[in-house]
């Protein structure tokens, strides 16, 4: 069958139960990461993970690979830390509140 509309009737169908993002809308999603690589000698890094979307758009879970380009990877790797040190702050005395009971402190957390 040679008609556009038939080839677009079979995308759309196979994206049933995926949520769909509205313009300018931010989807919201818990992942999970599956794997992640680099290629020798470059600092980018491919991230993939699966996605669950969250909220009231549910939908199926999404398996994406993400490219993270050296200065946003930095900045990536910064924030992560600053989260993970403050939630372990020491002068206060405090865990992490999603932290399990036997869970100790990590020892990267106190490296620059």
Request: proline share 6%; glycine share 8%.
């Amino acid at each position: 069958m040679n008609d556009p509309d038939h080839g677009l009737l079979a995308i759309l169908a196979g994206l049933e139960g995926v949520a769909q993002q509205a313009d300018a809308e931010v989807m919201d999603f818990s992942g999970s990461v599956v794997s992640y690589g680099n290629a020798p000698g470059y600092r980018d890094v491919r991230v993939t993970f699966d996605l669950r979307p969250i909220g009231e758009a549910l939908g199926q879970t999404v398996h994406a690979a993400i490219s993270i380009d050296p200065e946003d990877g930095e900045n990536l790797a910064r924030f992560i830390a600053q989260v993970h040190r403050r939630a372990w702050d020491r002068s206060h005395a405090r865990r992490p509140i999603d932290a399990t009971p036997d869970e100790e402190r990590p020892r990267w957390i106190d490296r620059d």
